[in-house]
């Protein structure tokens, strides 16, 4: 039995069809992230789990119990969205405790549940403070502990690290990773962030238009994407020429020649771009207007290459 399963889940707005026949189940503990562009669906997905927005057609199943028709309140799901959403007239720990207080938990019992929470998310010192005082990956870790106070059966993530600046974003996504794993908390990520997605997930689902183009493993999807669509979104990916028709090659399983007459491909070097970890190289294919990327270890690359450069390209042998 799954912890939490969309069942055929469609809802349009007028003649906007926000998701249809959306289906997945997710294992107790397991954290699957909604990926997709902006519009296909995500936020319409984690809104009608949480009982914000109503299904046309299908069910929500939490264990094996239908819970469509129950109001927010008593679904039990925790939220975090991108905005921190703190009550910036509360303190830090009344912030963690609110949810108790609406449920009617005791004094000492929510200042001790707010505590816990704080410690776990590494904030115990300043329960004191007001939203104001935190900086913003200390608010959004607040939000994680305000949600996972009421013990929710699933924590629903809305792009919570899209306000962030890179360094924070990093942290606070391997804190929620961290959370899901030690409290075995059922988490549903939504992302835009290919990136994010393939760093965080159990499982990606893959979203276009309101319809699920694949759901697997990172590996999975990025080593054996099912469509066009999810080999364009997640991660880079060039379309190459080959007899009469196309292959699609990711960049590091290209390699640039310099001496092979007989490369497979052969362009001119339009971008050399310094990453740090490798080096992004964009080659322009002769007879061919798009110019193609592609990625080389740096210490793989010729130190004589440079920009305007003839040069052959190659699959790597597999
Ligand atoms: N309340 C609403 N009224 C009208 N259209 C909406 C509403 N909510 C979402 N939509 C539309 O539904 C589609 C999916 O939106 P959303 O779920 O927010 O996408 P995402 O979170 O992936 O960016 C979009 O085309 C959006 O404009
Ligand atoms: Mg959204």
């Known amino acids: 039995m799954s912890a939490l399963e969309f069942a055929n889940v469609s809802k349009s707005f007028g003649d906007v069809n926000a998701l249809i026949n959306f289906s997945i ?66 303190n830090i720990r009344d912030n ?107 499982r990606i689902c893959v979203m276009n238009s309101g319809v699920i183009e694949q759901v697997g493993s990172p590996r999975d999807v990025y080593d054996n994407p099912a469509s066009s669509f999810v080999a364009h979104f997640v991660g880079s990916i060039n379309s190459l020429p080959k007899g009469n028709t196309q292959t699609l090659i990711r960049p590091e399983n290209l390699v640039l020649t310099t001496h092979d007459q007989n490369a497979q491909w052969r362009g001119a070097i339009t971008d050399i771009t310094f990453v740090g970890a490798f080096t992004k190289i964009s080659v322009r294919l002769e007879n061919d207007d798009a110019p193609i990327s592609v990625l080389a270890i740096s210490t793989q690359i010729d130190h004589n290459i440079a920009i305007g450069l003839n040069i052959g390209i190659n699959e790597a042998a597999q």
């Open 25 to 90: 189940a997710l294992e107790q503990g397991e954290l699957v992230s909604l990926l997709g562009p902006s519009g296909c669906g995500k936020t319409t997905a984690l809104r009608i789990a949480a009982g914000f927005e109503t299904a046309d057609t299908g069910s929500i199943l939490l264990g094996s119990t239908n819970i469509i028709g129950l109001p927010a309140h008593e679904r039990r799901m925790g939220m975090v969205f991108q905005s921190y959403s703190l009550f910036p007239h509360l």
């Open 96 to 202: 963690v405790s609110f949810g108790l207080r609406v449920r009617g938990v005791r004094n000492e019992a929510r200042k001790k549940r707010a505590d816990e929470m704080l410690d776990l998310v590494r904030l115990s010192d300043l329960g004191h403070r007001m939203p104001h005082q935190i900086s913003g990956g200390q608010q959004q870790r607040v939000a994680l502990a305000r949600a996972l106070a009421a013990e929710p059966h699933v924590l629903l993530l809305d792009e919570p690290l899209s306000a962030l600046d890179a360094k924070i974003r990093v942290e606070v996504r391997d804190e929620i990773r961290r959370l899901n794993r030690d409290l075995g908390v059922t988490t549903m990520f939504v992302t835009h962030d290919q990136d994010e997605a393939m760093s965080i997930s159990d």
